[in-house]
């Protein structure tokens, strides 16, 4: 298969992380004899930087004339410490994300037996943790009109849904509790909310379409509860922009850290495939970021191209890393290695399974892993 990709590396530790991905699929090509073309361009506070937008034409134009989109990370603190700054890194993502139409935002959850002490979260609460949420990506307070009075007293942010928004969404997210454990979970507010009225309404209408997928319902602040004391009861997780933003990153917890997250956002035509941690610029340059969310969002990629078999050996590379305790700081405080021995160890392993690429003396001694 050939594909091209374009390249959004973006702000802090984005460059770092989204070359260890690029890593990995080199291997994959290789191994498989695929074709993957990479091509960089602009987004987020170094795109303000350099063109004064935070979405540059020429990365849009890029994004909508190539197969699939790898991200990074946007951000930087100066914005965030900034709340009058009417141009931000976000804004490019929220504007690629609608002028794309991805509307589906996928992000699994799942506890890695090996990392289970990584976690702040008792062993046997988090222990067979295995779901997916499914965040509607294109509507909602993040869309919705926005306000400000001339003396910024005053500010609103309005949320809005139409049945066509939730529809789409929530047909995805019922095929594939079909391939699982057939069981969907609709996180909302109705007992306040008109929107969250409207989403249950039309997803318990959906819901009779599938009737071998139990669905229930779950108010968001029970949820946010339920995620930590009894996670393995959800399947998938189905809910609003505002709230799958909140619960996904509340659940990062469950695997032991946010860099241990993908994420894949689809529309009817594009894709787009990253990690959801933010910038953490403080790591920039250091060597120290976890690449293994980037190198998931890459497993996501190949699987959405029908790559299945491309897919699981990036999985099984990454569970051969965290099982050797190939990891960063962040899941081990005394690791020593890094953001590019991470990538590293992955990438070969996928080349070779028997192991030519690495001996396991080094790994236990904390030294590079190639010979």
């Not at 073309?37 to 034409?57: N, Q, R, S, V, Y």
């Amino acid at each position: 298969m050939n594909l091209k990709i374009a390249v959004l590396s973006g702000d802090g530790i984005g460059p770092e992380v989204t070359l260890q991905a690029k890593k990995v699929l080199q291997a994959i090509a290789f191994v498989h004899q695929h074709e993957f073309i990479f091509e960089d361009a602009l987004i987020g506070a170094i795109a303000i930087e350099k063109t004064g937008k935070p979405l540059p034409e020429q990365t849009l134009n890029l994004c909508k004339n190539t197969d699939s989109i790898l991200f990074g990370a946007i951000g930087d603190p100066k914005y965030d410490s900034d709340p009058t700054s009417k141009i931000r890194p976000e804004q490019g993502l929220l504007q690629l994300r609608k002028e794309l139409g991805l509307f589906a935002n996928i992000r699994p959850i799942k506890a890695y037996p090996k990392l289970i002490n990584s976690s702040p979260v008792k062993k046997e609460v988090i222990e067979g943790t295995d779901f997916v949420v499914f965040r509607e990506l294109n509507g909602g307070m993040y869309f919705g009109k926005k306000t400000t009075n001339d003396e910024g007293t005053y500010a609103s942010d309005l949320c809005e849904y139409n049945e066509d928004e939730i529809v789409k969404i929530s047909h995805l997210a019922f095929k594939a509790a079909q391939t699982r454990r057939k069981k969907v979970t609709l996180v909302d507010k109705a007992n306040v909310l008109e929107t969250s009225r409207l989403w249950r309404k039309v997803v318990t209408k959906i819901a009779q379409e599938y009737p071998d997928v139990t669905l229930e319902c779950m108010y968001v602040d029970n949820a946010s509860m339920q995620i930590i004391v009894n996670p393995r009861q959800f399947d998938i997780l189905l809910t609003d922009n505002l709230f799958g933003d909140i619960l996904s990153d509340e659940a990062s917890v469950i695997s032991g850290s946010i860099g241990l997250m993908s994420s894949a956002s689809l529309g009817e035509k594009y894709s787009l495939f990253e990690p959801i941690h933010g910038c953490y610029t403080e790591a920039k340059g250091k060597n120290i970021a976890n690449p293994i969310a980037s190198i998931l969002s890459v497993a996501l990629l190949l699987e959405h191209f029908g790559l299945d078999v491309e897919s699981k050996k990036v999985i099984a590379a990454v569970e051969k890393a965290i099982v050797n305790n190939v990891i960063t700081v962040d899941l081990k405080v005394d690791s020593q290695f890094g953001t590019n021995e991470v990538g590293d160890f992955i990438s070969n392993y996928i080349l070779n399974e028997g192991d030519l690429y690495f001996k396991k003396d080094f790994v236990q001694l904390g030294q590079s892993t190639i010979v």
